[in-house]
């Protein structure tokens, strides 16, 4: 490891002094002129991963939802998944060295994490639509190169589809090919053999609309469209040929407005859906005869998935355990669906989908979504052996569940929710069970609910535990939320420190529109009028209950 040459190729990725940014729950973020010498030093972290782990680990250059003018980084760890969390310690004592101490910080790492310098690496990368993100990624590969790493630039794809090929790398093509012709192949053809079983598809009328935020789905949906045509028809809005990306448009502003977004032309009971900026968020909507907006979001999503693998389970006879994940966002109705109707246990974890990810390994099979609707199902390696076992040897109805739930095992990203993977596999659900969007709104329905950010001096004073739903700090903050949401129906609140931008969040759900209003606003003035002594925002940062509402 030279790191002189180190320092020397540093000087054209030169970081502002003083400048401080943190590997958050998303990897890096912020304005893309900020990012080049983090770019590049994710690129020598790459490295010492990949030489630790003795896999391939991957770069992925990409803002997500954020607007147009952001962009970040996130690396993947060998099976696809989020980085360890001492590795994001790594990273941001890493992006925040000053120019001199990048050699000691980058030995230090070595040196905590016993990497063998001797040991090849090998770097994948990938990249969304941005106008930064070329030449970031060029960066990036800067910074592997420097530091003797081999890599591969996979150009464009979405971020699920790099979680894919570093998976499929790592796992010697057990789990795939890792290129995206074999992605497309695998997903496609699982989901071609599931349609060829439902009663009402094969005459090509199946059709759904689109709206890919002006992103990289588009493009990585015109590219796989042919290998799918058979069982889907898709027809792409906000394509990317005018509009910005994510602007009015996109999952994650269709789920915040809960309005249907720009450039998209609606029906009524059109099925339509959205994916975010980097393809791996989907949610469903549609519009009723009288005009009114349905959202389908994360939890209806789980929800249909995980009642249908159940069923699945039944017809094979297969006594299996199946869990679904779900955060603190997830509405009260579909926890209570889930556990009460469908019998199925839920367990609520810290919001990122690291965490999800982690908890629904633990089940043979685990669904996991966060509300906004990014999740996938995870199946154990024994179950997927075992289920793909009974599918050649078992026959009639039971060989027949036994087969479709083998497509399903291929045609979900067991390494990251994929917006493009969800999309087959609702569509193929809905198929098979000859479900309308209206059907599978009406399975249960949501509580109102709501969410606020609120801008305050330091979001750091609210520490939160049991999942987030309850806050430690400061002081009486539980208490007073606790005093206002049991006045309401079946009403729910909790406040948290965002982990991705500088806000607090405020959700709030209730039995109705009114309770709701009064629960939300209450508790997300807390600071500005409560009692000063429990005050989360301290009376000097005051803000009139107005603003709280008017953020989102
Ligand atoms: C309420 C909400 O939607 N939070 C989002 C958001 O996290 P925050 O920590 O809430 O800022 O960004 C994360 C990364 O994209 C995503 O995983 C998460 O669901
Ligand atoms: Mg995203």
Redesign the pocket.
């Known amino acids: 490891m030279d790191l002189e040459a180190v320092s020397k190729r540093s000087a054209f990725h030169a970081k502002p002094q003083g400048l401080i940014l943190q590997y ?3 990897g890096f973020r912020t304005n893309a002129q900020h990012l080049d010498h983090i770019m590049f030093r994710m690129g020598l972290l790459a490295v010492l991963r990949s030489k630790q782990t003795r896999s391939t680990i991957g770069v992925m250059v990409t803002a ?2 954020n607007p147009e003018e952001d962009n970040g980084v996130k690396l993947v760890d060998p099976l696809g998944e989020m980085l360890a969390p001492s590795w994001e310690e790594h990273a941001t004592r890493l992006a925040s060295a000053e120019e001199q101490d990048l050699p000691k910080v980058l030995a230090a790492i070595v040196e905590r994490e016993a990497v063998d310098p001797q040991q090849t690496a090998f770097i994948v990368v990938g990249r969304d639509t941005r106008p930064s993100s070329e030449k970031l990624s060029q960066s990036v590969i800067d910074g592997v190169t420097v530091l003797g790493g081999q890599f591969h630039d996979y150009g464009l794809l979405t971020t699920p589809q790099l979680h894919y090929m570093v998976y499929c790398r790592n796992s010697e093509g057990r789990y795939g090919q890792a290129t995206i012709e074999g992605y497309c192949q695998k997903l496609s053809r699982a989901f071609v053999e599931l349609m060829k079983q439902a009663s009402c598809s094969g005459d090509g009328s199946r059709w759904v609309k689109v709206d890919c935020a002006n992103g990289i789905g588009a493009l990585k949906l015109k590219e796989m469209e042919h290998y799918f045509r058979q069982g889907l028809s898709v027809l792409l809005f906000n394509d990317g040929t005018e509009g910005r990306l994510n602007h009015l448009c996109g999952a994650d502003f269709v789920k915040s407005q809960q309005k249907p977004p720009q450039g998209m032309a609606m029906k009524p009971g059109d099925r339509c859906c959205s994916f975010d900026g980097d393809a791996d968020r989907i949610v469903y909507y549609y519009c009723d005869a009288a005009g009114r907006f349905h959202l389908i979001d994360g939890d209806k999503i789980a929800t249909l998935i995980s009642s249908f693998l159940k069923e699945l389970l039944l017809e094979i006879g297969e006594n299996l355990n199946i869990g679904v994940v779900q ?1 603190a ?1 997830a509405n009260g109705s579909s926890t209570r669906y889930l556990e009460e109707v469908m019998k199925v246990p839920v367990y609520c974890t810290k ?3 690291k965490h999800l990810h982690h908890k629904a390994q633990e089940f043979d099979i685990g669904v996991y979504f ?3 609707g ?1 999740g996938t199902a995870l199946f154990s390696e024994a179950v997927e052996a075992r289920i793909k076992r009974l599918a050649q040897e078992l026959e009639d109805e039971k060989g027949r569940a036994a087969r479709m739930l083998a497509s399903f095992i291929d045609l979900f990203n067991q390494a990251a929710g994929d917006a493009i993977s969800d999309m087959l596999v609702i569509e193929a659900i809905l198929a098979l069970k000859g479900l309308s969007v209206q059907q599978w709104d009406a399975i249960y329905a949501d509580l109102p609910n709501r ?1 606020l950010k609120v801008k305050v001096a330091d979001r750091r004073v609210i520490s939160t535990t049991d999942a987030e739903r309850q806050a430690v700090t400061p002081p009486g903050l539980q208490e007073a939320i606790n005093d206002l949401v049991k006045k309401y129906k079946l009403a729910r609140a909790f406040v ?1 420190p ?4 500088d806000v607090v ?1 405020v ?1 709030a759900e209730a039995t109705s529109q009114v309770s709701w209003d009064q629960s939300t606003d209450r508790v997300g003035n807390q600071g500005t009028q409560g009692r000063s002594k429990h005050s989360v925002f301290g009376s000097h940062h005051g803000f009139p209950l107005t603003s709280v509402n008017t953020v989102l």
């Open positions: 958050g729950t998303a997500s939802h955060t966002y919001t990122g989908v966060e509300a906004n990014h969410q948290r965002s982990g991705t931008e969040r959700y």
